[in-house]
């Protein structure tokens, strides 16, 4: 059925199979340019599904553009969200927006997120990007249209490497069950997932007797091949008793030479010179203007930072445009700059030689590089796992290592190793007590253009709310290293890391203080020509009080950001600030809170994390202690606040989320502002006060006997002058 008006009946639009076959290569063409103009995203499944989207958002499934949410509309659901690029350009062709718009894809405020989000795009039926998950929504859609005896259709795209995922199995087993015949499963088989060949990381074959011994019916075609593919969709209509499986054969990359059939453009954009070569290969640079689209691109992305600049916290004169106390933004205050990832893989290379030592991927290798364990030396390979996109199946695995006297490290995004796998990690590791280590990479909003679905903004309430886990939020990549190393093997029992994807500030090094368990104290002491150089750094059960006007408490990337913060609030407002790295959260040094409480009357957290992953833990502590009882501390916190991510690149989402250290100086002086007389009253302790007590009479008593000096002094002036 083609594209059709649902008020009339009348088609929109027809396609021939060569006309969708054009569609479908000029769709592949806006896909690269959304990628290019976004500079990061999947090339390579958007090209080898494209094929498959011209035919079901064309020809096939019936829906109406002008009618997003038609109750009778057949649905497309894309379990493959990653592929979204695909989605955005079929959905634009189809008419539902012009297709020139997707340039604004994984822009800050777009509707083109990294992942697709229906509440922010017409014809989007789900949100997804987690994979493994949609294929049980579609039947769920499929059994409510056979509830309510609609004759709709619903598609299911999946890929290969998803087929991993053992939720896939458990959609499958019901889909058959219930014999679905409305519901059809298309699984883009490119071969190819983000650490190599499907074949290699976990083979998925027989894909077709596995489905149908699940119940399905299968058909497997050349997913490029349009009179196939529109061939096996017709059958799939007219098959009863059974839903159908179409595995699609197809290229990663398709169309593109130097893309196809390469792992390494799973996740990658083409840059502008590699875009104009690959619209030259599709024919498509006479016909696509795709200068102009970039600069439509580059200006939306203007009107976005302008509207984001204009609600960030504002401390002296902008320096070209950027806030004047950024990131190197001026000639001052410099800081090297390292992903805090490579300090994980950099312990692991060092540490792996232990042969207790096993480490096992989820897909993501390379990307949180778990991958040094085994790349620096070959002999490690048999101590290398890769369970593919199987995150629970992982966590667990790795608990069965353990019991076995094995030192395993099960690593992959944080969304997944804390949340995807929280019943395994909950019940098979954290209760049996297993010598587990767990990396929760791509912490917080680093991940940023892929959007809410990657970005990891709960993981601490999983982690910290878990009995036996020790959880550690290392600052920088230095202080990754050695945290990851005091896990690996001091800590005995279950334990998370929890570290970022983008390059974040080192200012800690090898020499920095380091004990588990127990806090640092960074104090700002003016600016220097290094950033690091500008603060003394000490284990906070030895720092002295110097009567601060209030204590930031952060951990993981926000430490860099509540030093950023520490500087700002000297130079601008003369507020002395004491930073505390509370490096671990569990266990969690609670007398250094206390003490910096106490000593300073309030506190401010700050974390790169819903608010109350480090706020909860810190306001307890203060809550609990005796000695606090009746004192009035300020408390405040900054993180996000109860939203989901949403795409941009990483220092625009810590704006937009209000994480920066921009933010903590507006909020620290606000706390300081608001409190300081009564603050600084409660600073002097009891014991001091009443020591100076007899000072201060004593005073007074010195005081009034010079004014009466002064007084007789007076009245003599006029009887000398007299004299005189």
Request: glycine fraction near 10%.
């Amino acid at each position: 059925m083609p594209l059709i008006d649902s008020g009339t009946g009348k088609t929109l639009q027809e396609y021939s199979a060569g006309s969708l076959t054009q569609a479908a290569n000029m769709m592949r063409g806006y896909a690269l340019v959304s990628l290019c103009a976004a500079r990061s995203g999947h090339s390579g499944g958007s090209l080898s599904i494209m094929d498959i989207a011209a035919a079901l958002y064309l020809h096939v499934a019936r829906h109406d553009p002008h009618n997003p949410e038609w109750e009778d509309r057949d649905r497309i659901i894309w379990s493959a969200g990653h592929k979204a690029p695909a989605l955005y350009v079929a959905l634009g062709t189809a008419g539902y927006y012009p297709v020139e718009d997707v340039v604004r894809l994984r822009k800050l405020y777009s509707p083109y997120q990294g992942h697709p989000h229906w509440l922010k795009l017409p014809g989007v039926e789900t949100s997804t990007g987690s994979l493994g998950q949609g294929l049980s929504f579609a039947v769920g859609v499929a059994l409510a249209a056979r509830m309510d005896k609609r004759d709709s259709r619903v598609y299911c795209i999946c890929g290969d490497g998803e087929q991993q995922e053992g939720q896939i199995w458990e959609a499958a087993m019901e889909a058959g069950n219930y014999g679905l015949d409305n519901l059809c499963c298309i699984i883009d088989k490119n071969r190819l997932q983000i650490d190599g060949w499907v074949k290699d990381v976990q083979n998925i074959d027989p894909l077709a007797d596995k489905y149908r011994a699940f119940g399905w019916n299968v058909t497997e075609i050349d997913g490029h091949n349009m009179h196939q593919v529109l061939k096996a969709f017709e059958k799939a209509g007219r098959f009863k008793g059974k839903p159908t499986a179409v595995i699609a054969s197809t290229t990663k990359g398709k169309g593109v030479s130097f893309m196809e059939n390469v792992a390494g453009w799973h996740g990658k954009a083409p840059d502008e010179q590699q875009l104009a070569d690959a619209l030259k290969e599709l024919g498509l640079h006479f016909r696509i203007d795709y200068e102009a689209l970039l600069k439509d691109a580059r200006e939306y992305h203007a009107e976005a930072t302008a509207k984001l600049m204009a609600k960030v916290p504002r401390f002296g004169e902008d320096v070209r445009n950027i806030p004047r106390y950024f990131w190197n933004a001026r000639d001052v205050m410099k800081v090297d700059m390292k992903p805090t990832r490579f300090g994980f893989g950099q312990a692991l290379e060092k540490h792996g030689g232990d042969r207790r030592t096993v480490a096992i991927g989820a897909d993501t290798a390379d990307s949180i590089r778990i991958s040094r364990f085994f790349e620096c030396d070959e002999t490690r390979c048999d101590r290398w796992i890769s369970v593919g996109i199987a995150e629970q199946s992982g966590t667990s695995l790795a608990a069965g290592l353990a019991r076995e006297g094995k030192l395993p490290v099960f690593g992959t995004y944080g969304v997944f190793s804390a949340g995807r796998n929280l019943d395994q990690l909950r019940t098979t590791v954290a209760y049996g007590e297993f010598n587990v280590m767990i990396a929760g990479a791509h912490g917080g909003v680093s991940v940023g253009p892929d959007g809410a679905t990657h970005q990891a903004l709960e993981d601490l309430f999983h982690v910290c709310g878990m009995p036996n886990l020790s959880v550690s939020v290392p600052c920088d990549s230095v202080e990754a290293l050695r945290a990851t190393e005091h896990l690996l093997l001091q800590v005995k029992g279950p334990k998370y890391v929890r570290f970022a994807r983008e390059s974040t500030p080192i200012v800690t090094t090898p020499a920095s203080p380091y004990e588990w368990g127990k806090a640092n104290v960074f104090r700002f002491r003016g600016e220097k020509p290094r950033f690091i150089d500008a603060f003394d750094c000490v284990p906070a059960s030895e720092y002295k009080d110097e009567r601060e006007d209030i204590a930031v408490i952060a951990c993981g990337p926000m430490v860099p950001e509540a030093m950023r913060a520490a500087w700002i609030l000297k130079q601008e407002a003369g507020i002395e600030t004491r930073v505390i790295n509370l490096h671990t959260l569990k266990p969690l040094d609670v007398d250094s809170i206390v003490r910096a409480a106490a000593e300073t009357g309030g506190v401010l957290t700050a974390e790169e994390h819903q608010v109350g992953g480090l706020a909860g833990p810190v306001s307890q502590a203060i809550l609990n202690a005796p000695g606090l009882y009746g004192r009035p501390i300020a408390f405040g916190s900054i993180g996000v606040k109860d939203r989901f991510g949403e795409s941009g690149q990483p220092w625009e989402l810590m704006w937009e989320f209000e994480v920066s250290g921009e933010h903590i100086a507006q909020k620290a002086q606000e706390l300081v502002t608001r409190t300081k007389g009564k603050t600084r009253a409660k600073k002097v302790p009891a014991r001091r006060a009443a020591a100076k007590k007899p000072a201060k009479k004593a005073a007074k008593k010195k005081a009034t006997a010079r004014k009466a000096t002064t007084k007789k002094a007076a009245a003599k002036r006029p009887a000398k002058k007299a004299a005189k």
